[in-house]
């Protein structure tokens, strides 16, 4: 079965540093989405995007966040300036279509000190 | 808003014991719902979903799930757990046009004794 990949499995940052977390969607997927769950809660969405743009995000997607699709093969999310509380699981996903099988990944555990 | 319900936080059963995980949602329309689970280090993996039509639905693994409207419930069962199934359980529900934009449940750790 297809795979979602995300890199780095665990990252370690200082409060404020910025992070980038990695993934590279299945490769003949078109929506692609950033959920995270924060240790013992339940995993909450963050944003989609398609077509090259953000087509909804929830509100804890700030401005100190953003995404983005540099290539055709990656999809990222960036914090800018890392706070202790976005410390959490982060999942990437990728659906083909917007009502078909949505693809986890392995996720990212930030922990942010 | 919609939004899911799983009352059991833990949940132990021993092997070849049935299974039965509880789930309920609020939803103004018929939703999309969906059971995940999470192995530990492991990414979700999607047991089974629920669109339209037939209110039981298989998944894999062995599980199934049943749809009903009137209690606003779909629980997923298992007639015999075996030790690998110990996972984290996650009830999900899409809004309809959108199955993708998920709202999760709080999730279910399953432990299972030999």
């Known amino acids: 079965e297809p795979e979602v990949t995300q890199t780095p499995s665990h990252q370690v940052t200082q409060m404020g540093q910025e992070v980038i977390l990695r993934c590279v969607p299945i490769s003949n997927h078109l929506y692609f989405y950033w959920y995270r769950q924060i240790l013992g809660q339940k995993v909450e969405f963050l944003v989609s995007f398609y077509n090259n743009e953000i087509s909804e995000k929830s509100e804890i997607f700030d401005d100190q966040f953003s995404v983005e699709r540099p290539d055709g093969s990656n999809f990222t999310l960036k914090i800018r300036s890392t706070k202790l509380e976005d410390s959490a699981m982060y999942f990437c996903?990728?659906?083909?279509?917007?009502?078909?099988?949505?693809?986890f990944g392995s996720g990212t555990q930030l922990s942010v000190l | 808003a919609q939004s899911v319900t799983q009352p059991d936080i833990h949940i132990t059963v021993s092997e070849g014991a049935s299974l039965e995980l509880r789930c309920n949602y609020s939803?103004?329309?018929?939703?999309?719902l969906f059971w995940y689970v999470q192995s530990p280090g492991q990414g979700l993996q999607l047991l089974l979903k629920y669109f339209s039509g037939d209110t039981l639905v298989q998944g894999i693994k062995g599980f199934e799930a049943e749809f009903k409207r009137s209690q606003s419930s779909f629980n997923l069962r298992k007639p015999s757990v075996h030790w690998s199934d110990a996972a984290e359980y996650f009830c999900a529900v899409g809004l309809t046009g959108t199955a993708s934009k998920l709202t999760f449940g709080t999730g279910t750790r399953l432990q299972v004794t030999l």
């Open positions: 939803y103004g329309a018929t939703p999309y």
């Open positions: 996903a990728s659906v083909r279509g917007s009502n078909e099988k949505l693809f």
